[in-house]
Nanobody
Framework: QVQLVESGGGLVQAGGSLRLSCAAS????????MGWFRQAPGKEREFVAT????????YYADSVKGRFTISRDNAKNTVYLQMNSLKPEDTAVYYC???????????????????WGQGTQVTVSS
């Protein structure tokens, strides 16, 4: 059974930084692309970033490009999201997800992913 467990969320002032982690188990992590999504209150879940199975390719939403960095450590079965220059509009529950397709380059489309974590809250105060 695949499990994804996020950690690292919290409360931070605008301009600050946080690093989210997502530990995966139950699937050969190194063969699958990973993604980060977020959902703010009253809004739909939206794509944040994705990384290919090898880590060689990344893709970001325009709203976070230049501020957020996705990375992975296949030896630790963990994907990270480094978030810098945080803004109040980044406030949301952040979810990691694993692709349903092996050796995928990653995708901004939620249906590409078949397992999701429980989410971690990120709150950015102004």
């Amino acid at each position: 059974q695949v499990q994804l467990v996020e950690s690292g969320g919290g409360l931070v002032q605008a301009g600050g930084s946080l690093r989210l982690s997502c530990a995966a188990s139950g699937r050969t992590f190194s063969r699958y692309a990973m993604g980060w999504f977020r959902q703010a209150p009253g809004k739909e879940r939206e794509f944040v970033a994705t990384i290919s199975w090898s880590g060689g390719s990344t893709y970001y939403a325009d709203s976070v490009k230049g501020r957020f960095t996705i990375s992975r450590d296949n030896a630790k079965n963990t994907v990270y999201l480094q978030m810098n220059s945080l803004k109040p509009e980044d406030t949301a529950v952040y979810y990691c997800a694993i692709s349903r397709y092996p050796y995928d380059r990653g995708s901004p489309t939620a249906t590409t992913y078949d397992y999701w974590g429980q989410g971690t809250q990120v709150t950015v105060s102004s």
